[in-house]
């Protein structure tokens, strides 16, 4: 697989853009699931405003993750990572969905869980096609 860009501008390798792609958009999914979008104060009332944090971290790892994808140059395996990207994130958006509300910590995990399978597949597939 070859990766466009030029690496003397400072670019980032792929493989740690690719990490931060992840650390952003499932992250955020990830945040969203275990703690809710409300937090409450100390004097007892309760603020939505992490909903914003979430929201803010799932634009930027969009974002990331349309420039990596944009990195690759063959453009069936682009295609390939693309839907599976998009796969993983609805079938996490659907499990946010699914899950009952009050088990936040045991719905993050099962998150994680499908995070950890999908990165295991995309290192691999990177390892196969020789990609730093």
């Given at each position: ?64 993750m349309f420039f990596?994808?944009?990195?690759v140059a063959d ?45 295991v597949w995309y ?10």
């Amino acid at each position: 697989m070859q990766v466009t860009g030029d690496r003397t501008l400072g670019w980032p390798s792929f493989r740690t853009l690719s990490f931060a792609t992840y650390v952003c958009s499932f992250g955020a999914l990830w945040g969203f699931a275990t703690f809710g979008y409300t937090f409450r104060m100390a004097d007892g009332t309760e603020n939505g405003g992490l909903l914003y944090v979430w929201i803010a971290f799932a634009l930027v790892g969009s974002c990331l993750m349309f420039f990596k994808n944009r990195m690759v140059a063959d453009r069936g395996l682009r295609t390939r990572i693309s839907a599976a990207d998009l796969g993983v994130i609805l079938a996490c958006l659907a499990m946010i969905a699914l899950l009952p509300a009050g088990i936040g910590m045991v719905k993050g995990l099962a998150l994680l869980a499908v995070f950890g399978i999908y990165y295991v597949w995309y290192a691999k597939l990177l390892d196969a096609r020789h990609v730093a």
